[in-house]
């Protein structure tokens, strides 16, 4: 048997060819699920165009802010143009329970839209009713921290985040919320719509819940003074 010589067989194809060796299987990949959560918007987020990114309804136009990104001509992504910078100034001011109609009148456009995990309000009478009922609810707000996260011309958008305590009125108990606001404006940089999640969660959607934050939104100008406008 040790003169017997052992030979690989080499595979040919139909016409006696050799045939070349098979390229070695690629390497196993495993992805993992970002332990980012879905409803809280970070600067790289923001400024990317990974699609699906959305904030309680509010859809972020990645491709928009892609284009924007490359113009030169542009402000930083977080540098704020003057009527941003008025914008976030008036909602301070709103946020601190001291709501005037200069201001309403100023940064808010007369069918906006405003919306937070307890109201969902669509229109002056509505919306005025609940910057309004603040300071009738709490005795001091105060604006604890303020970052900017996006300021974009296209779209004309504002998405800030803030840390915000209130004071009750009778109790005097304190309530600190964090919230990530989206401010959306118009072409004379007004506001149109405002959503304002507390804790950047997803604001309630279920029947039941929605329906609560629409009946607050209806009932508040009956049991609200508003000064009127004056014509």
Partial sequence: MSGVRHHRSISRDSHGSPKPPRSPSPPCQTFHPSILPRSVP??????????????????????????????????????????????????????????????????????????DPLCKCKGFNEFAAQWFALPKLFSKSEQISKRVMSSTDNPNRLIYSQTQEYTTKFLKKKKVIESIIIVDLDENERIIRLVDQWGGQDLPTRYGASLLRTLNAKIAPWIIHVPKVKT
């Fill in 42 to 115: 970070t600067p790289a987020l923001v400024e990317s165009v990974a699609g699906g990114a959305h904030y309680a309804g509010v859809k972020v136009d990645s491709d928009a802010v892609l284009r924007h990104r490359r113009s030169s001509s542009h402000r930083h992504h977080t540098e704020l143009n003057a009527d941003h910078q008025r914008v976030l100034d008036d909602l301070t001011e709103l946020f601190c329970c001291r709501p005037t109609l200069e201001i309403l009148e100023r940064s808010w456009s007369k069918d906006a839209v405003f919306e």
